[in-house]
């Protein structure tokens, strides 16, 4: 079956950095494109970031261009989340997402609390 699971958060001070892992299993990873998502408490989940198949990427949220990349290890199938320069306003749950003939898969995710 299909499984995403995220990894890499934490509590972390104002201006660090974290790297979230997605590790995904029951597909052929290499084939999809994989997207970032995140809560933040009291809010609409929002889209962060894309990857294409071969590595193309796409950061959609304002908030977080130039201080985060996505990318992915096809021969790991792994998805990565790199963040730096972090705000308070990073807090949230961040998801990993597939979406799959038509039907999208989330992972558990994982907490990122950037707090001093």
């Known amino acids: 079956q299909v499984q995403l699971v995220e990894s890499g958060g934490g509590l972390v001070q104002p201006g660090g950095s974290l790297r979230l892992s997605c590790a995904a299993s029951?597909?052929?990873?290499?084939?999809?494109?994989m997207t970032w998502y995140r809560q933040a408490p009291g809010k609409e989940r929002e889209l962060v970031a894309t990857?294409?198949?071969?590595?193309?990427?796409?950061v959609h949220a304002d908030s977080v261009k130039g201080r985060f990349t996505i990318s992915r290890d096809n021969a790991k199938n792994t998805l990565y989340l790199q963040m730096s320069s972090l705000k308070p306003e990073d807090t949230a749950v961040y998801y990993c997402?597939?979406?799959?003939?038509?039907?999208?898969?989330w992972g558990q995710g994982t907490q990122v609390t950037v707090s001093s």
């Open positions: 997402r597939v979406v799959l003939t038509n039907r999208p898969f």
């Open positions: 029951g597909f052929t990873f290499s084939w999809y494109p």
């Open positions: 990857i294409t198949m071969t590595g193309g990427s796409i």
